[in-house]
């Protein structure tokens, strides 16, 4: 048996550049960060030669192709695992439509730990490579590159997305007290809305054709290195600035974004002394991000205790195997 725990995460400024209509002409670039929320794979070899995948629903099939779970089949496909297993994948949060990388932090924890299994060693930079192709080449799914590399490298980043498909990273290093200090800052509530992000991101795509769209993502991608430097040096009330300002710009980036109770959950922080929100991921439900200075923190958990809030911290580690048992030879 071997499982997998790999994070998800959440993006600061820049989302979107990541997409392939735009860092086509343009480099994009984003400020991500994996968090201590996570999803599991487990694989198990069996006896017989049939292939069992539990998730929401649970699959029993003798061919990989037969296979109705799209990630799980495609990444059985890339890693040559052909039959006699067992695959059960688990999440710490609603697994789809949270808007903080769920699909993308299950694809590399499925790859990651089918090559375990076939006890073949891989590094954070093919798993996230692999990932993108899986979900962005062979399933065609509207979605950018941060979140398959956020979760396969884990830490605080900047990504840079190059016209030759070249994603860079750049590892963000702050000293323990701005960690500390920008870590204490934030607070995650969720929305009570799920929502599919693929119709909001093929609109966007789709607006990347008007000149107005596109300048719009330019200057969201042009806040990563503001923000950057806002968050090595601690500076709080920036942070929570160039959040809003990322925010206000992504709303005109395509129609679905937000929503009246968005809106008003948003409102009722700022008006409780948030200096800064927006929605993780694509919009339309999941998970507000908040930046707020800790003096303010209780007045906004009671301003807002009509919702669920999601505890959270910074998490370090990227995708990795936390447990490896494999007592004979795997098929």
Avoid at 63 to 85: C, F, P, W, Y
Avoid at 103 to 127: D, F, G
Avoid at 296 to 307: F, L, S
Wanted: charged share 25%.
């Amino acid at each position: 048996m071997v499982i997998v725990k790999t994070p998800l995460r959440l993006s600061f400024v820049g989302g979107g550049s990541d997409m392939k209509p735009f860092y086509t002409k343009r480099p994009g670039q984003v400020i991500c960060t994996a968090i201590d929320k996570f999803v599991y794979a487990i694989v198990k070899e069996r006896f017989d030669d049939m292939i069992y995948i539990n998730y929401s629903k649970k699959e029993c099939v003798d061919h990989v192709s037969q296979i109705r779970h799209d990630l799980v089949r495609e990444a059985m496909n890339i890693t040559g695992v052909e039959k006699g297993i067992e695959i059960t994948t688990l999440a710490d949060v609603p697994s789809s439509g949270s808007g903080l990388g769920s699909s993308s932090s299950i694809t590399v924890a499925l790859l990651h730990a089918l090559y375990a299994y076939r006890n073949i060693l891989v590094t954070a930079e093919q798993l996230a490579r692999e990932a993108c192709r899986i979900e962005i080449e062979t399933l065609k799914k509207p979605i950018g590159k941060q979140d398959q590399y956020a979760a396969a490298y884990g830490g605080v980043n900047q990504f840079v997305f190059y016209e030759d498909g070249v994603t860079e990273r750049i590892p963000i290093s702050l000293d323990n007290s701005a960690k500390r200090k920008f870590a204490s800052s934030l607070l995650l509530y969720y929305t009570g809305m799920t929502r599919k992000a693929d119709a909001i991101l093929v609109h966007q795509q789709q607006n990347f054709s008007d000149k107005r769209v596109f300048d719009t993502m330019v200057r969201m991608a042009a806040l990563v290195e503001p923000f950057k430097a806002a968050l090595c040096s601690g500076d709080i009330l920036e942070c929570g600035r160039l959040l809003d300002e990322n925010w206000d710009l992504k709303k005109r980036m395509a129609q679905g974004i937000t929503n009246t109770p968005i809106d008003e959950m948003a409102r009722r922080a700022k008006q409780a002394g948030v200096l800064g929100a927006k929605i993780a991921g694509a919009g339309g439900g999941g998970f507000l991000l908040l930046i707020a200075p800790r003096e303010r923190q209780g007045d906004i958990m009671e301003a807002m205790k009509a919702y669920r809030e999601l505890p959270f911290m910074l998490e370090d580690s990227g995708s990795k195997v936390i447990f490896d048992d494999r007592s004979y030879s795997s098929k």
